[in-house]
């Protein structure tokens, strides 16, 4: 199931799917409420909401490595918010690059910041996500965070 959903998205051209319009249309509309409801779902620090908007089988890599299934999704949450308590997980610049019937794909910036063994921290990066329409709903299938290199 997973695979299918990965290369329904990476099929883009041949599964009907265009790049997304410059214009916002109902459907990125619709899509960008998602990402906004995630971000403030992620943001309460409570596994059970962010779970509502993934896939039961999400794949999500950051932290160098890859977390599949909602099991696996939910230690590397719970585990970043138990070291950064108050961490607080902003999305940014969303583009919609393919909107299709059941898949669709964006990429965005991402920022954090919180307290780390009582220091300040904060980072941020480029992000992607795969979404998909399962029973009348988008889900998150797929997430791909990459941090910003550092400059020399």
Same mark, same amino acid.
């Given at each position: 199931m997973r695979r299918r959903h990965f290369l329904q998205a990476a099929a883009i051209t041949n599964a009907g799917m265009s790049a997304a319009p410059?214009?916002? =249309?109902a459907s990125a509309d619709a899509l960008d409420a998602l990402i906004r409801d995630y971000e #403030?779902?992620?943001? =309460?620090? /409570?596994?059970?909401?962010?779970?509502?908007? *993934?896939?039961?089988?999400?794949e999500f890599q950051f932290g160098g490595k890859a977390h /599949? !299934? *909602?099991t696996e999704v939910r230690a590397y949450f719970e585990g970043t918010w138990a070291k950064l308590p108050d961490e607080r997980y902003a999305i940014e610049n969303v583009r919609w690059i393919a909107i299709g019937a059941d898949?669709?794909?964006?990429?965005?910036?991402? /920022?954090?910041?919180g307290t780390y063994q009582g220091k300040p921290q904060q980072?941020?990066?480029?992000g992607t996500n795969v979404l998909v329409h399962i029973d !009348? #709903?988008?889900?998150?299938v797929h997430e791909h965070l990459s941090a910003v290199p550092n400059k020399p």
């Open positions: 410059a214009a916002a =249309s #403030r779902r992620t943001n =309460s620090h /409570r596994f059970d909401e962010v779970a509502e908007v *993934l896939a039961a089988n999400a /599949r !299934g *909602l898949t669709a794909a964006c990429v965005y910036d991402y /920022r954090w910041q980072g941020g990066g480029y !009348g #709903r988008w889900k998150i």
